[in-house]
């Protein structure tokens, strides 16, 4: 994997308080990494220290070469950043603020300004912002976020304010350049989103880096029951089905359905005793533990921590 991105035991103080705390990670070119954590786990001042706008308090890190703590800037005209709370002067049309982004930036504003229509801006392109939605703000900043093409993107609450079909827009967009190449750093609390998309997760509790890996993989640590869904046609009232595994957690729902939670390593025993048993299925459900279970419990064994 060839890295973007290095943080090396990274710490940064605001007096007593650490933000981030001995915090260490890789980022690789064609990335799609989801930071999640909740409000002042540190997720932003990630961030920022990525971006050079604050400096560690220990540890350092490295972006596209450069070291931003040590005032090297050269690559940053190859990151893209979107914050959470997007700011834009209120008198410029939708076109003029990409027009400035681009200039910023040295690249061609003919280019930059397709990606209002990307965004789905065209339309309101020559409208002055101070007009403009908090959805629409929100995607001038992922158009501007996204001019030259970036290699690395940062991605601070992207999905705010924007609707059902924007939002998936908006993932069609970073899924094409991650493909193509750049790394994507997206913080979201939206987990539902995330967990089908993103290739990786990094999870932050209080500053401290509690998890780190792809869903599949978090799971295994994990080891977070299964749940299985079997809809029984002729199951009794009461009834227990003589197949099922001796203390397996069960629950009876809406009368003939089953839920049952089966350990990682007995969902497939579980179902071969089900259909060996010749029992009348009639609908099969089969749910792993989701993303956000998966952040409740690491987060309960952060907290377990002395």
Not at 60 to 80: I, M, S, T
Not at 132 to 157: H, N, T
Not at 225 to 253: H, S, V, Y
Request: include cysteine.
């Amino acid at each position: 994997m060839t890295s973007t991105v290095r943080v090396r035991e990274v710490t940064k103080e605001y007096g007593p308080v650490k933000a981030v705390c001995d915090a260490s990670f890789e980022l690789g070119r064609g990335e799609l990494v989801a930071l999640i954590g909740h409000n002042g786990a540190g997720k932003t001042t990630l961030m920022k220290l990525m971006l050079g706008l604050i400096r560690p308090t220990a540890g350092w890190l490295e972006v596209l070469g450069d070291n931003p703590a040590a005032g090297q800037f050269a690559g940053r005209r190859h990151l893209g950043y979107l914050p959470e709370n997007v700011s834009f002067d209120a008198a410029l049309t939708g076109r003029e603020t990409q027009t400035f982004y681009a200039r910023l930036k040295r690249e061609p504003v003919a280019t930059a300004l397709k990606l209002l229509d990307a965004v789905g801006l065209g339309a309101a392109a020559g409208r002055r912002v101070a007009t403009y939605s908090k959805g629409m703000r929100q995607r001038l900043g992922l158009a501007q976020a996204l001019i030259g093409q970036p290699q690395v993107l940062l991605l601070d609450e992207p999905t705010t304010g924007l609707d059902p079909e924007l939002r998936q827009t908006f993932y069609d967009v970073i899924q094409r350049l991650a493909a193509e190449g750049t790394t994507v750093l997206l913080s979201s609390h939206a987990l539902t989103e995330l967990e089908e998309r993103a290739g990786r997760v990094i999870i932050m509790n209080r500053g401290v880096k509690v998890a780190d890996g792809s869903i599949h993989k978090l799971r295994n640590i994990a080891r977070l029951p299964t749940r299985i869904r079997l809809k029984i046609a002729d199951l009794a009232p009461g009834e227990i089905p003589t197949w099922l595994p001796a203390r397996a957690p069960f629950r009876r729902l809406n009368g003939h359905v089953l839920e049952i939670d089966a350990a990682p390593e007995q969902k497939i025993e579980l179902l071969r005793c089900a259909t060996a048993a010749g029992t009348s299925l009639e609908d099969l459900d089969v749910v792993p533990p989701s993303l956000d279970d998966l952040y409740a419990h690491f987060l309960r064994q952060a907290e377990r921590l002395p």
